[in-house]
């Protein structure tokens, strides 16, 4: 009799507390992938407006000085030239290959490469991204993908027309793709893909951390 109570009193209470600790097993383990990526979200979308900042201030104070006062030039293929230093794309071509040592991916690409980036085939990510960021320009496109058996969060924002001197270097180069490029045009896309492997594992060891305590 005395151990029918027991059990009857037990089972029903240990269900109900096993109940709990997988829903709070749940909630922590979603949260914390959702924190993971809204974090990892925002630091790629800081890290593109600071790029963008660089080559702002490259362009402006390097570049149009430079190509005023002496017979250096722009341009795509500077690196054995001692007559030219890269354009301002290049230079964020450049430095998304030194960055690439580093884990963190920076790419920047549109469906109007100049004739020296033709072979280039967007993947999907990026076929989307410069669909979405074409209709809505200030959005932020992101997606989770596994690369190379790594998880990676890829964010990508728009590049924008700005200014007047954009379109009087695009609008006019014998070698540019397109010529009636307009003010507040989607020229590019500017993409970084964060690694997140590290920052998911938390979440693993809080996963782990309440299964082993759910069982033990
Ligand atoms: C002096 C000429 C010049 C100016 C000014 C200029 N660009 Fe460019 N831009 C180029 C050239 C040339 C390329 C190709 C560079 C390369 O592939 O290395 C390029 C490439 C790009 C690309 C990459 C396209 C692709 O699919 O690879 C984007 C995006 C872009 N420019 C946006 C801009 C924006 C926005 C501005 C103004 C803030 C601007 N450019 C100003 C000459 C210029």
């Not at 009799?1 to 109940?19: D, Q």
């Not at 900042?53 to 490259?58: E, G, K, Q, T």
């Not at 030039?73 to 030239?81: A, F, L, M, T």
């Amino acid at each position: 009799m005395k151990g029918s109570l027991f059990l009857r009193l037990f089972v029903p209470v240990a269900v109900i507390m096993a109940l709990c600790l997988f829903i709070l097993l749940w909630i922590v383990s979603n949260q914390i992938n959702s924190n993971t990526l809204s974090e990892s979200i925002s630091r790629a979308e800081s890290t593109v407006e600071q790029f963008k900042l660089i080559r702002a201030y490259y362009t402006k104070n390097i570049v149009a000085t430079v190509l005023k006062s002496s017979d250096i030039k722009g341009s795509i293929n500077h690196k054995d030239n001692s007559k030219a230093i890269p354009l301002p794309a290049t230079m964020i071509h450049d430095l998304s290959t030194e960055l690439s040592e580093t884990g963190i991916r920076m790419k920047l690409f549109s469906a109007y490469p100049f004739p020296n980036r033709k072979e280039r085939v967007l993947d999907s990510f990026e076929q989307d991204a410069w669909n979405a960021l074409n209709k809505d320009p200030q959005s932020t496109f992101s997606r989770e993908e596994i690369i190379d058996g790594l998880h990676y969060i890829r964010v990508a924002k728009s590049d924008i027309m700005v200014s007047p001197v954009c379109l009087a270097c695009h609008n006019t180069r014998s070698d540019t793709p397109k010529n009636d490029w307009k003010l507040g045009d989607v020229r590019g896309v500017l993409s970084i893909d964060m690694p997140i492997d590290a920052m998911k594992k938390n979440a693993t060891t809080v996963h782990s951390l309440l299964a082993y305590l759910l069982l033990y």
